[in-house]
Structure formats: C-alpha cells, structure tokens
C-alpha cells in the first residue's frame, strides 16, 4: 500500500509549486493597473522620482565628510557600491520603464526595489541605519499600483527580508541580536501598510468608478434632454437680460421661421416676441397675447418664466401653436352657422320649389309668347342657382366632424386621379407628379376628396377657358423648410387678379355669374378642421396654384 502511496505523493509536491508559479505569472502578466491608466501612469513616474531622489540622497551621503563616521561600523564597501547601483538601476528605469502594458514590470519593478533596499539595510548596520522605513515606503508606494495578493506579496518578501538579513547579521555582529523585536516591528509595519494602500486604494478606485458612472449617466440624460427639446412641437427659448439667445430648439425655429437663433438678439428678429416679453416684465399677472410671426405661419401663444442662474436672471420662453384652439374655435362657429343656415334654407327651399315648378308650368303654356318664353326661362335659371346655393348652404351645415386617419398620400393620390379621369370627356387631363420617399398625413378622406375634386373642376373649367383643352397637374412633395407633405393643383388658366386674391376665400364672393362662392370657402374649412392649410399663389408663367399643406402624421386633429 505505500509502494501505491509514494508515487501518488511525489506527483502532488512535484506539480502543486508549478501550477502555482504559473498562476501567479499569469495573473501578473494579465492583470491591469489598479488605477485608471492617467493615474497609474503619474503615480508611477512619482515612484521613478521618489527612487532617484533617495538614491541621490545616499550617494551625497557616502560622498559627503561624515562618510567614515556615518559607516564605521558598517560595510563601508558593499554599502557604497550599493548606493551607486541603486541610483543607476533607478535612472535605468526612469528611463526605459515609462509607460507598461502589464503589471510584471510594475511587479519586478517593486521587487527589485526591495531586495536592493534590504540590502543597503543590510550593509547599513540593520534597524540603526533607518532603511528599514524606506522598505515600508517602497511597500507602500507599490500596493498603489498592485492588486490584492501581488501586493502582499511584496510585503512578504519585504518582511522575510528585513528578519533574515537580521539574523544574518546578529552571526557577525552579536549586537545586533537586539534588533528583532525592531525588524519585526518593521515587518508588520510593512504588512500594515500594504493592506492599508490596498484598502485605500479600492476605496478610491470604487469612487472614480461611481464618478465615472454618474459622469456618463450625466452625459446620457444630457443628450437625452437635447433631443427631446430638439423634436419637441413646442417651441423653447432661453434669453438673457439683453434679449440674447442662450437656446432654441428646432420647433422655435420652426414656428418663428428662423434659422440658427443660438447666439443672436431676438429684437430684429421677431420683435413682436420681445413686445410682449416687455410687456409681461412690467406684469406678470397680464397673459399675453397671439402673435403671428409669418404671413401664412400659425398662430403662437407665448407663456415667460423667470429663471434664475446663479446672479443671472434669465426667461425661459414657451411658443405654443393654438392653431389646434382655433379649429375647435371654428368648429363651435360653423355648428352654429350650420344651424342658423339650416332653418333659413329649409324655409327659402319649399318658396323656391314653388316658384320653380310654377315657371315650369308657365313654359308649358302654349299660349306663352317668345320674350315671355324667356322671362320663364330666366326664371328658371335663377330657380336651379338660388337651390345650388342653398344645398351648398346645407352641405355646409351638415357636415359631419372630421374623423382623421393615417393616410398615405402618394398611394391616394394616384386612386383618386385614376377615378377622377375615368369621369372626363376627351378635352380634359389630368397629370400626377409625386416625389420620392413616404409621405403621410392624418386627414378625413372622404373630406379630403370633397377638397380635391372641388379644386380640380376649378381648375379644369379656368383653363378651358384660356386653352383649347382644359388641364390640371397634380404636385405632391415634401416642403423643405417646414418637412410637411404639401399638395399643390395648378392650372394653366387666366389666373386671379391681386386685387381679388384676398376675397377668393370668402363665402358668396365669386367672378362668375353662374358660381355661389362657397366652393373653395368649404374646401378651406375642410382643410382648416383636419389641421391643414389651403392658399393661393400665382403660377409662374401664367394660371392658378391653390396649395394644400398637410398636418405632421403625429399630430391628432
């Protein structure tokens, strides 16, 4: 049973001191400075200085006149020869050893600096010499730039080192047998010191590690913060005592027209905006009111807060569009002039029928003589005109509230145009031009067509009216200044005179003697509750262009 035993125990002592080595070369080789690399690089070049400092010091020391007392009682020749090589190795190593990779260098480094410390102490006469302290140091100092166990191990040898080199010497020196309750002292001392660096050391590196977190959370919400102001709809600002602009996201900008307000005055800018500013400084009670910083823009409602930074006073500015309000605004007026025009059209409507279906009669009469005839059948015309304008008047009243739905315009506009051409006579056309990319928007449809084929038989009857054949062209982009979808009908006819451009809206106006003037009155309302825009423009070479801009697809009507 031994025989088994034996090899079992030998294989056990022949690899355990292997593996170990090996563990522990690897983890010198791999593991990192304990500090963040800037810091682990300055602490180490304060330890190349500290190092050329004492080996300075011990050379002038055994250099100077007090060298024969000061190391009469040493060894005078290996201390001497000590001190020197510890200067060279040192200025060696401030030299080539400036930025490590990996701790063995940091790790021999440190162990060099003991053995060559305990053996000045050595030659130095033991505990009297005081090298003994400068071990503690060099332990120390090293703990900063070690881990764990790597650490205490170079206090360990340290230790080991100090005992045994007092042993050594208590052989040759019998008075130096005195010293071991010294050298042990300085052993712990070392163990001391290496545990508390270490214990230090963790702690600060867990505080750079929480300071580097929060930095970075900081830095995070930062950005978060930006980009949120940035895409918000609401438009912010932030001025100074001097109207200057500290901050403006992308919807200020938007909703003032203006572009890159970081850094410049407002006051030539939108001097509407620092009118009511002024006005709230001197009351802050007063709300201010509307303004409207673009011809066709919407309308803006202003809100001022006070903010205090530090001795700075600042105003935090909020831009609201109320376009939102005045839908709903509008919607109240039209239920209203729905109702009021309901009752008023019912009662003109049974009059009306009356007198139509009389003149009917009339023209029936075989009696009725020619100019007669034509008194019959103007009042005929008239008849189908005034119940024109009445159902129009009723359309209007009726009309249901807008049910908004996301709505891809490219692919509706090409169904639309291709129902719409299928209802044209040969002297009529209809062209379709779209951009690239998607382009959406939230809109009732079916009010959407009631708009559509509104302005295209406009434009279809104006520009017959100019050419031999009537056409219209369909144009759906992306506006590049407010990133909206817009829609535009042109046509080639004679166009709008200026003086009549800001009348075409208004309800009854109309140029024709045929028209009732509610057509593009209803198209506006229509557009105006699903949150879009309807103007005019004049065409470049002749005829109309009424321009259709969609709401943003994220925001409800």
């Not at 020869?81 to 021999?108: D, E, K």
């Not at 730039?145 to 208590?170: C, D, E, K, M, P």
């Not at 051409?421 to 056309?429: A, I, S």
């Not at 979808?485 to 046509?491: A, G, K």
Request: hydrophobic share 40%; proline share 5%; charged share 15%.
């Amino acid at each position: 049973m031994c025989h088994k035993i034996a090899p079992c125990s030998r294989t056990r002592t022949g690899t355990a001191p292997r593996t170990i080595y090996s563990k522990a070369r690897s983890a010198v080789i791999a593991e990192p400075l304990l500090l963040s690399s800037a810091q682990g690089q300055r602490i180490l070049r304060l330890y190349n200085l500290y190092r050329l400092i004492i080996g300075l010091a011990l050379v002038l020391l055994i250099s100077s006149e007090l060298d024969d007392q000061l190391l009469e009682l040493v060894n005078a020749p290996l201390f001497r020869y000590g001190s020197w090589l510890y200067l060279i190795i040192n200025v060696l190593v401030a030299a080539l050893l400036q930025r490590p990779q990996h701790l063995l260098p940091v790790f021999s480094l440190a162990l060099v600096d003991v053995l060559l410390l305990a053996c000045l102490f050595y030659a130095g006469g033991g505990t009297p010499s005081g090298i003994g302290n400068l071990l503690i140091v060099a332990v120390a100092i090293a703990n900063i730039l070690l881990r764990g166990r790597i650490g205490l191990l170079i206090a360990a040898v340290a230790a080991i080192g100090l005992i045994y080199l007092t042993f050594y010497l208590s052989l040759s020196r019998p008075a130096a047998a005195t010293q071991y309750v010294q050298a042990g002292a300085l052993g712990a001392l070392c163990f001391a010191a290496a545990l508390f660096v270490q214990g230090l050391s963790r702690r600060l590196q867990h505080s750079e590690s929480l300071a580097e977190q929060r930095a970075a959370d900081v830095a995070n919400l930062e950005a978060l913060n930006e980009q949120i102001l940035q895409r918000m709809r609401t438009g912010i600002l932030v001025l100074d005592s001097q109207h200057r602009v500290l901050l403006a996201n992308q919807g200020a900008q938007t909703l003032l027209g203006r572009d890159a307000l970081a850094g410049k005055i407002l006051d030539p800018h939108c001097p509407e905006l620092v009118k009511r500013l002024q006005q709230w400084c001197h009351n802050p009670t007063l709300r201010p009111s509307s303004l409207q910083t673009q011809p066709h823009g919407p309308a803006l409602q202003p809100s001022f807060v006070p903010l205090q930074r530090g001795t700075q006073q600042h105003t935090l500015v909020f831009l609201d569009d109320i376009s939102q309000i005045a839908q709903q605004a509008q919607q109240l007026k039209l239920v209203a002039l729905g109702r009021l025009t309901a009752g008023i059209a019912h009662e003109i409507r049974n009059p009306l029928g009356a007198i139509s279906h009389a003149a009917q009669l009339l023209q029936e009469s075989e009696d009725l003589q020619g100019p007669d005839q034509r008194l019959a059948q103007i009042i005929q015309d008239q008849s189908r005109r005034m119940n024109l304008v009445i159902e129009n008047v009723l359309q209007l009243s009726r009309r249901r509230q807008a049910e908004p739905q996301l709505l891809d315009l490219k692919y509706w506009l090409h169904r639309f145009a291709g129902e719409f051409r299928n209802t044209l006579p040969h002297t009529q056309q209809l062209h379709v031009e779209t951009g690239g990319g998607t382009l959406q928007t939230r809109m009732d449809p079916n009010q959407l067509t009631q708009v559509l084929t509104n302005l295209v038989q406009n434009g279809l009857r104006y520009s017959a009216q100019r050419n031999p054949y009537g056409q219209v062209w369909l144009k759906l982009f992306r506006d590049a200044d407010s990133d909206l979808p817009v829609l535009e009908v042109l046509d080639d006819g004679p166009g709008v005179p200026a003086e009549q451009v800001q009348h075409i809206f208004e309800p009854f106006y109309t140029t024709e003697n045929k028209g009732t003037g509610l057509g593009l009155y209803i198209s506006r309302e229509l557009c105006e509750s699903n949150q879009a825009r309807l103007d005019y423009k004049p065409r470049e070479g002749g005829g109309s262009c009424l321009r259709i801009t969609f709401a943003h697809p994220r925001k409800l009507s």
